[in-house]
């Protein structure tokens, strides 16, 4: 939606609302992008004093968007999500009857 509309016309700032890093692949054919993540119940009034000038947004942001999906070339290995259930790379022990008390999880030891 973003490209259609940045290629109907030359003047186009788009409002993102978003949690965190997106991926922008229309970047290049907006004039601005205005980044403001989980705003409160304010933030009409805020983005509003943004674009007519009001206030200067001269933050910086806190993370690095990315260009392209996988930019930094992360593999598997090291973002492993979920272990394989049939060989778990971690183990917590949850119960009170462990052998030793003093190890459990429940009263602050190690598992």
Do not use: H
Request: charged share 15%; glycine share 6%; hydrophobic share 40%.
């Amino acid at each position: 939606m973003v490209e259609a509309v940045a290629a109907a016309s030359s003047k186009v700032v788009v409002v993102a609302s978003v949690p965190g890093a997106v991926l922008m692949p229309w970047s290049t054919s907006v004039e601005a992008i205005l980044t403001n993540f989980m705003p409160g119940q304010q933030a009409g009034n805020a983005i509003a004093d943004v674009l007519f000038g009001k206030v200067n947004p001269s933050a910086r942001l806190p993370l690095t968007f990315p260009n392209k999906e996988n930019e930094t070339a992360l593999a598997p290995s090291q973002w492993p999500g979920l272990p394989d259930p049939s060989n778990p790379t971690y183990c917590l022990l949850y119960t009170s009857d462990a052998a030793d008390e003093e190890d459990s999880v429940e009263t602050g030891g190690r598992p």
